[in-house]
């Protein structure tokens, strides 16, 4: 099947984006992918190391008349996601992928094509092999298990490449340039309580806030979306101090880096103010359908009767943390003053549960002004510390601030209205990508990020545009024989 792939144009690119598809290479399964790219590298005659991490470094030399070319780094992942369809037989760390033209696309049999970051992967390999492109100094980097944390992104170590300006092969569209992204972090918060007796004359009740619709905390932050542990709180606080109600225990959110769409509490009330508490659930989950009109249409808001709990959480926690968790930042922070409808910086609070003895809060905090989400660490540390709680940051990666006066951006832009008569598009993304983490270990690296048009990355129907893989590969030899001079 792969025959016919490598007669598309340019051959150059298709005859390497063929032999990848037989190499077995999901993300954990490298090795494979690894030994072809320094076996290429030995008969193409280019340099070629390997790094702790298990990333693969190229170089090859500028052509004559060239040399005093900024260097340039292409950047490109050796893994792959594998999915396939229910029904197909397949061993993504055995087979090979079954790649073939479909029309004006290449897709595969009933599986990932790997194009994301094959693509990529081969057009490293053409420019490693022409004869004929005109360019400066070349390294590039092939990071591995890009897919699955962005492994070898950060465990490159810094001093190992030369170049000043990176191209990352690894964007979806072509005619979109990419020029900036996300940094992240996750704060923890840890109240300690004490147990507390239930006393006589409360009623319990489950309280199940529901149908919400959630999503990734960095990409669907813009939607403004209900966060469960948020809107849970705020009928909590209200009801601490017009019932008198009592929190035995509470579980809100899922996954550190989804906005949460469900939470459930459990709490009792005096039995004199039952009847009025039931009536202001009610109420509430007719406030909330309102206020979320149009973003969370199936909002629900239940208090289901239940067995009295063995005991509280003790009454000055409680107080403290209710009273924080309605102060604590969610949701945008800011929009990028460069880039129209980025979201520049936010924070999600992921989950809140207890027991143990503790209540353990999540949120994780994005920006890709690193400044911006220092800032943010400690504006959460000192709410928390007034609560009486410990906080804690971890997992922090660098963001990848857009700089309007980018030197490749520039030769980008010219080049490509050259070319196509058009101003490509210029983007930048509210999560992670390798070069916010590649820009940290680099700093002062002009980067941006290109491809060409794939559709359904990740899934078994990921298929890649014929016709925008030689837009994207002309281009790239154009911006190469176009860098500026150092
Ligand atoms: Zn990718």
């Known amino acids: 099947m792969n025959k016919n792939i490598q007669e598309l ?10 032999d990848i598809c037989r190499i077995p290479h999901p993300s954990h399964h490298e090795q494979a992918i690894h030994d072809y790219l320094v076996a290429q590298a030995a008969e193409l005659g280019v340099d070629c190391t390997t790094d702790e991490a298990g990333n693969v470094i190229l170089r090859k030399a500028a052509t004559a008349g060239m040399e ?4 340039v780094i292409l950047q490109a992942h050796m893994d792959m996601v594998p999915q396939k369809n ?9 087979d090979s992928i079954e790649a073939y033209v479909d029309g004006e696309w ?4 009933g599986t990932t094509l790997g194009a994301d970051n094959g693509i990529g992967m081969a057009a490293i390999l053409a420019v490693m092999a022409s004869k004929d492109l005109q360019h400066g100094p070349i390294e590039a980097l092939i990071t591995c298990s890009e897919e699955v944390g962005m492994d070898g992104a950060f465990g490159l170590k810094p001093g190992l490449l030369q170049g000043k300006i990176l191209i990352n092969l690894d964007s979806e569209t072509e005619g979109e340039l990419y020029v900036g992204c996300a940094g992240g972090e996750d704060v923890s918060v840890t109240f300690d309580y004490t147990e507390e007796a239930v006393p006589a004359d409360v009623r319990a009740y489950r309280l199940e806030l529901k149908g919400l619709k959630g999503g990734h905390s960095g990409m669907e932050i813009i939607l403004e979306r209900g966060n469960a542990n948020k809107i849970m709180n705020r009928f909590l606080l209200e009801a601490q101090d017009r019932f008198g109600l009592r929190l035995a225990s509470i579980d809100g959110g899922g996954l550190r880096n989804a906005i949460p769409r469900e939470s459930m509490a459990v709490v009792t009330v005096p039995v004199g103010a039952a009847q009025a508490f039931e009536a202001a659930v009610a109420d509430y989950e007719r ?3 309102t206020e979320l009109k149009g973003v969370d249409d199936g909002v629900s808001f239940r208090a289901l009767a239940t067995e009295l709990p063995s005991c509280l959480i003790d009454a000055s926690t409680q107080d403290r943390l209710l009273k924080s968790v309605a102060a604590c930042p969610n949701g945008i922070v ?3 003053p460069a880039i129209a409808g980025l979201v520049q910086t936010s924070t999600n609070l992921a989950r809140v549960v207890s027991g143990e003895g503790t209540i353990q809060l999540q ?3 994005r920006s890709s002004a690193d400044s911006e989400k220092d800032a943010l660490a400690d504006v959460m540390k000192a709410l928390f510390s007034l609560a009486g709680a410990r906080t804690e940051l971890s997992g922090a990666y660098s963001g990848w601030n857009p700089d309007p006066t980018s030197a490749i951006l520039k030769t980008m832009k010219a080049e490509y209205q050259k070319m196509y008569g058009r101003e490509p598009e210029v983007k930048a993304i509210h999560a992670g990508l390798e070069c916010g983490i590649l820009g940290g270990t680099y700093p002062g690296l002009d980067m941006i990020s290109m491809g060409p048009t794939i559709q359904y990355p990740h899934s078994p129907d990921e298929k890649v545009n014929i016709a925008s893989v030689g837009k994207f590969w002309d281009f790239l030899g154009h911006v190469l024989a176009n860098i500026p001079s150092k």
């Open 68 to 71: 005093n070319r900024k260097g």
């Open 363 to 365: 949120c994780m905090m």
């Open 9 to 18: 144009a340019p051959q150059i690119l298709w005859k390497y984006f063929a």
């Open 106 to 109: 290449v897709t595969a049999n």
């Open 86 to 94: 229910g029904d197909k037989s397949f061993d993504f760390t055995t």
């Open 287 to 289: 406030l909330m359908q």
């Open 334 to 336: 800011r929009m990028s």
